[in-house]
């Protein structure tokens, strides 16, 4: 079978390997879409601190079943389904209590491990997970970034009735508006630097938008929420005067949920945070639960994802889609890789 290995940065081979076969509690997708992500990109530029070469990349996917092991019983050949890409010690502290999300050995597919970049891919049972016969797979393979809005809302808790600030509206950022929607908040705005990315998230139903460049977060925020104010942010561009300008403009006791990947240390003013009575919250990956309900809402129809989709590559243009992404520059959502 076909295998994309990215041997150094900005470079990847294409190599003919033995077809795998599932052990008694595998399963084997051959692989439908990938889809590609900032960290994907990081690893292509060479500065994802975590990640060495040669590496198979690709950790949001979908595929149909082709084979199963002898103890699989509820999925079935020709099945739809997905999985999550981490791989877990199961012993250390966060693992016992069940936050193996943030496992102390934690390696991701793709990153520290072997991801999907193949045509064919084994996952364990217990990562598994089956998608609708109602949704494409284009769709399903939205279901990994989704799953990363789900287990972040999830850090506030409940949102009902809470007026809500996204900061950054790539991928990220449009799939968590969408899900705390869901989750039922009285009013969502979010931002970014990007007319298309806003316009995008208009499209995908998210009403209150606004352009950072061109209007102050206090402004949008008296013109969406009046003297309500906001009760969550969360930061997901992963910059200094976003991270900034929540703490200076939420509500005392507010809660803001860090999601977007710093590449420099940011200064936070304590001060405001202490006397604010604000938490600051991080959020790491997702558990299986998030998984799972993310491939709900986007049967459900409550996670919008066709806007998302800016453009399919085939497998063997797996560069070029890299390429493609950076002379976007930030008139691209998401990217797939298609087998």
């Known amino acids: 079978m076909r295998q994309a290995v990215m041997t150094e940065p900005g470079k990847i081979e294409f190599r003919d390997v033995p077809l795998p076969a599932p052990g008694p509690d595998e399963i084997l997708l051959e692989i439908k879409h990938i889809g590609i992500c900032g960290s994907d990109i990081h690893v292509y530029h060479g500065k994802h601190p975590f990640t060495s070469y040669p590496v198979v990349q690709g950790h949001e996917y979908c595929g149909i079943v082709a084979q199963v092991g002898k103890n699989v019983k509820k999925i079935k050949n020709g099945s739809l389904a997905t999985a999550r890409p981490q791989l877990v010690c199961g012993e250390c502290g966060p ?77 990220i950022g449009n799939l968590i508006a969408q899900v705390t929607r869901s989750h039922g908040a009285n009013k969502i705005l979010i931002t970014d630097l990007s007319d298309y990315r806003l316009e995008i998230a208009r499209q995908c139903g998210i009403e209150n938008t606004s352009n950072a ?14 003297d309500e104010g906001f009760q969550v942010a969360f930061e997901a561009a992963g910059a200094q005067n976003t991270l900034t300008g929540a703490i200076e403009n939420i509500e005392k006791g507010g809660t803001i949920v860090v999601v977007g990947v710093f590449e420099e240390k940011p200064r936070v003013d304590m001060a405001v945070v202490g006397e604010h009575e604000i938490s600051l919250i991080g959020t790491m990956m997702y558990k299986h639960k998030d998984y799972l309900e993310a491939a709900e809402l986007i049967a459900s129809g409550k996670v919008i994802t066709e806007p998302l989709i800016t453009r399919h590559f085939p497998f063997e243009q797996y560069l070029d889609a890299y390429r493609f992404i950076d002379q976007q520059g930030d008139k691209v959502m998401k990217v797939m890789i298609d087998l």
């Open 95 to 171: 693992c016992r209590r069940g936050d193996y999300n943030v496992c102390e050995s934690l390696r991701v597919q793709g990153f520290q491990a072997p991801g999907c970049a193949q045509e064919a891919f084994l996952v364990p049972i217990d990562r598994i997970v089956p998608v609708a016969d109602s949704v494409t797979l284009e769709q399903a393979a939205l279901i990994e970034p989704t799953a990363v809005g789900a287990h972040s809302t999830a850090r506030e808790g409940d949102l009902k009735g809470k007026n809500v600030v996204v900061l950054g509206a790539g991928t």
């Open 213 to 226: 460049n061109k209007e102050k977060l206090k402004d949008a925020v008296q013109m969406v929420f009046g």
